[in-house]
């Protein structure tokens, strides 16, 4: 059974940084087609960023140069690493896993219906 447990987020001020992780059992982010989400109340979940099985990535135009999306093979833990943080950045921030059947998974995706796993989600707030 997959699990995925986000950790990290919180208040910051704008410009400040934060990093949030997401420990998965069950579930190897090595091989694995994986992503950052974010959902605000009102919007639509929102692809952040995306990481691949041969470490490719991807991002949201409204975070390129601030937030890096990173994997940890010896914790098998994901990163997302925010920095420049915006008032328009507060969110609930959830990690999601696309199920790799025992291969490795190529192609990064920031769609949320390519993915099969989800977090519980961390809150992040972010004062002007």
């Known amino acids: 059974q997959v699990q995925l447990v986000e950790s990290g987020g919180g208040s910051v001020p704008a410009g400040g940084s934060l990093r949030l992780s997401c420990a998965a059992s069950?579930?190897?982010?090595?091989?694995?087609?994986t992503g950052w989400f974010r959902q605000a109340p009102g919007k639509e979940r929102e692809g952040v960023a995306a990481?691949?099985?041969?470490?490719?990535?991807t991002y949201a135009d409204s975070v390129k140069g601030r937030f890096a999306i990173s994997k940890d093979y010896a914790k098998n833990t994901l990163y997302l690493q925010m920095s420049s943080l915006k008032p328009e950045d507060n969110a609930m921030y959830y990690c999601?896993?696309?199920?790799?059947?025992?291969?490795?998974?190529?192609?990064?995706?920031?769609?949320?219906?390519?993915?099969?796993?989800w977090g519980q989600g961390t809150q992040v707030t972010v004062s002007s």
């Open positions: 999601a896993a696309r199920t790799t059947f025992g291969g490795r998974c190529f192609g990064t995706n920031r769609d949320p219906y390519y993915y099969n796993f």
């Open positions: 990481i691949d099985g041969g470490d490719r990535t």
């Open positions: 069950g579930y190897t982010f090595d091989r694995g087609c």
